[in-house]
């Protein structure tokens, strides 16, 4: 216990890893301690979007969207093979929003964010162009398309924290905090591995709360800090049903209650629907989406569609609590998705705790921790807003480069289906080739666990990802869980056993395992 971290940082999902990676990346000795898997919580069950939150105008939350609307273009060129453009189609509802506040609105969206990349809006006759024949035929015939981008959200925290640890910060998974206090102007963090119980403790000179929904557990374990602020559990939940239309656009539909939902082209044969928004209270881990959620969202889109949607079709549900800041709004709706920072120095050292925010703010929320931290890092303040600019590992392409690298790929490993290579480029990027490494055909990739799922890849994932299960693998650092049958994923989990027993996983802190 003699070494002393300059920055301890709790909690794995997006806020935690961004913070993780910023501080690396100046200097500064980082220890990460999840839980869980990363972005096993709230981080990996977002609505896959980097978008500027069109209805926050609405809520006069200029700044918020200014700010993620800027940052839409400097995610997707830093992390090009799992962010990408997304066009969204708003239909006009006679007797909700006014065309004209609809048109003001997005105006705003094109020209406050500073876009230089995505298309501007447009608008669209639902009576001949193609994105209005999935509607119901007659009921809609104006609407308007803008531009904003989807994500892999969960791959988006793996891939900050694998750049984290590749400039030294120490990533520790399935390591609860059990306890946090001070002794001589030092925290002191006792750990618990949450698979073997085995305890530790490790020391550092600032401490960054980012439990997301725990935060305030996190301040109950002994941290000597009464917080002012307030964390607001609201629970959104996501429905995945066969696809729904043919075309690349995903839909915005506005709903009497005054909430919009989405309806987006997810994985290729799916459409992705949400969001829900109610008040949770109760163990954040538990979270499901109700019969009632899930009759909501069926309801919601079968306003707008010509085929209704029915909670029969539904193939996958996934729901997860938003740790908002508990701004005392009467509406889970209208609670803010802003950030808000409690730097607390209870015995002299900094306790950072951090409320809200959203996946495509956390670059620039991990910028501003850091600012705030600044004055107790010794000055380790190097390469301020580098993070902008440098892509995460396997985006190191151009943001039309995609195709370019499929085609390299299929090129130098003939043996991969356009859909494998596809799959990895998008997932991989330029390092889809340490995966394939010296590999002349499929049978070198070893052991096929279905859906182009290989041994190779699953290996990949233990030593340089920090994956230890099948769940990891295929919800988490794949989506190959809506593909495969559950007898595959506990052939995976049984090859995972078999592999530790036989070689120890390279799960270390930094470095290119």
Not at 162 to 182: C, F, L, N, P, S
Not at 225 to 243: D, E, F, M, T, W
Not at 399 to 413: F, K, M, N, Q, S
Request: net charge neutral; proline share 5%; charged share 25%.
């Amino acid at each position: 216990m003699d070494r002393v971290f300059d920055l301890a940082i709790i909690g794995g999902g997006i806020n935690g890893c961004g913070i993780a990676r910023d501080a690396a990346g100046r200097g500064n000795s980082v220890f990460l301690c999840e839980m869980n898997d990363l972005a096993s919580g709230t981080s990996s069950w977002s609505t896959k979007l980097i978008h500027g939150g069109l209805r926050y105008l609405e809520y006069f939350e200029f700044r918020l969207v200014r700010e993620a609307l800027i940052e839409r273009e400097r995610l997707w060129q830093i992390a090009p093979h799992i962010i990408g453009p997304l066009r969204f189609v708003l239909p006009h509802h006679s007797g909700l929003r006014p065309a004209w506040r609809l048109r003001l609105g997005l105006f705003l969206y094109d020209y406050i964010g500073g876009r230089r990349l995505l298309p501007p809006t447009r608008s669209v006759d639902l009576a001949h162009d193609e994105v209005g024949k999935p509607l119901i035929p007659g009921r809609f015939t104006r609407g308007f398309e803008y531009s904003d981008c989807f994500v892999d959200d969960a791959r988006l925290v793996v891939l900050t924290a694998r750049d984290a640890a590749e400039r030294g910060a120490e990533i520790r998974t399935r390591t609860r905090a059990a306890q946090v206090r001070q002794s001589g102007g030092i925290w002191e963090v006792t750990l618990e591995d949450t698979q073997s119980g085995v305890r530790n403790t490790i020391r550092a000179r600032a401490l960054v709360n980012a439990a997301g929904p725990w935060v305030e557990a996190v301040l109950a374990s002994g941290a000597g800090v009464n917080a002012a602020s307030k964390v607001r559990l609201v629970q959104g939940s996501h429905i995945v049903v066969p696809k729904l239309y043919d075309h690349d656009r995903a839909y915005i539909f506005q709903n009497a209650d005054g909430r919009i939902v989405f309806a987006i082209p997810y994985q290729g044969d799916f459409t992705l629907i949400g969001t829900t928004d109610r008040d949770y209270d109760g163990d954040p881990s538990q979270v499901k989406a109700t019969p009632d959620e899930i009759s909501y969202l069926c309801d919601a889109v079968s306003a707008y569609f010509a085929g209704p949607v029915k909670p029969a079709d539904v193939v996958w549900t996934f729901s997860g609590v938003r740790p908002l800041y508990d701004d005392g709004a009467s509406e889970a709706k209208a609670a803010t998705r802003d950030y808000v920072f409690e730097l607390d120095t209870p015995g002299g050292a900094p306790l950072l705790s951090i409320y809200g925010g959203k996946i495509t703010t956390y670059r620039r929320l991990s910028e501003e921790a850091l600012e705030k931290l600044a004055p107790y890092l010794k000055g380790k303040t190097a390469k301020e807003g580098w993070t902008a600019h440098q892509p995460l590992p396997g985006g190191d392409f151009p943001v039309d480069g995609a195709p370019a690298l499929i085609t390299e790929l299929t090129r130098d490993y003939p043996f991969l289906s356009a859909a494998h290579a596809h799959r990895l480029v998008h997932a991989y990027g330029t390092r889809a080739r340490d995966l394939l490494g010296a590999a002349r055909s499929m049978a070198d990739l070893g052991c096929d666990f279905g859906a182009t799922l290989t041994e190779a890849e699953v290996r990949y994932l233990i030593n340089r990802e920090w994956a230890c299960s099948a769940d990891d693998i295929v919800w988490r650092r794949s989506k190959l869980g809506l593909r495969l049958p559950p007898s595959a994923l506990a052939a995976i989990d049984q090859w995972i056993a078999a592999f530790r027993a036989s070689e120890k996983p390279q799960q270390h802190a930094g470095g290119r395992a």
